[in-house]
């Protein structure tokens, strides 16, 4: 999978949205555990990450490059169509993300390995709820992910503003940020 032209697509796109964090801290999204470091990993080198863990920034790199890669790889063996390297790196995004049970499951791959490829924008920007609510952070992920999907680059689908995602006429309305 290294030669994979997909990796260093899906490895920047990470990097825009995965915070970098060299001591272990909890997770805020599930209120504390499982604890996170580097690029958002739960293990380092097959044990759990504990309170009082540090990585180095090259060990940090290197685990986004191998979990990326394994998630990548998992990504492409429930495809039935062929992807490009953007779209795959847009999927590794999300499986990276979600998890690889949520694509597995998802009417996003069953609508893609259908051919339905111009409905994945749209399946991405469904994923947006955290807790029942909608997450602006989520929000931002899925806005750039589409964009990837669709071929722009990492470094230039930065996540949008809540004002201009709101503007865009594929997103449902969503209430005003205060």
């Known amino acids: 999978m290294p030669d994979d032209p997909a ?15 060299l001591a272990a801290y909890p997770d805020p999204a599930s209120g504390g555990a499982p604890w996170t470091i580097a690029y958002g990993s739960t293990r380092i080198d097959g044990r759990p990450v504990a309170p009082g863990d540090h990585v180095t920034q090259a060990q ?77 952070g989520l929000l931002r992920r899925r806005w750039a992910e589409a964009a990837i999907w669709r071929g722009t680059p990492p470094a230039a689908a930065q996540p949008l503003a809540w004002s201009n995602i709101t503007a865009i006429h594929q997103w449902p309305p969503f209430p005003t940020m205060p």
Not at 7 to 21: G, H, Q, T
Not at 77 to 87: E, K, S
């Open 60 to 136: 940090a790199d290197a685990m986004l490059a191998q979990q990326a890669a394994d998630v990548l790889a998992r990504v492409r063996a429930m495809l039935a169509i062929d992807v490009t390297p953007a779209q795959a790196a847009a999927l590794t995004s999300f499986a990276y993300n979600e998890g690889t049970a949520a694509l597995r499951g998802s009417t996003l791959l069953r609508r893609l390995n259908t051919g339905q490829t111009e409905a994945v924008p749209d399946e991405l920007h469904k994923w947006v709820y955290a807790a029942g609510r909608v997450q602006l």
């Open 7 to 21: 990796l260093p697509i899906a490895c920047d796109a990470l990097r825009l949205f995965e915070s970098l964090k």
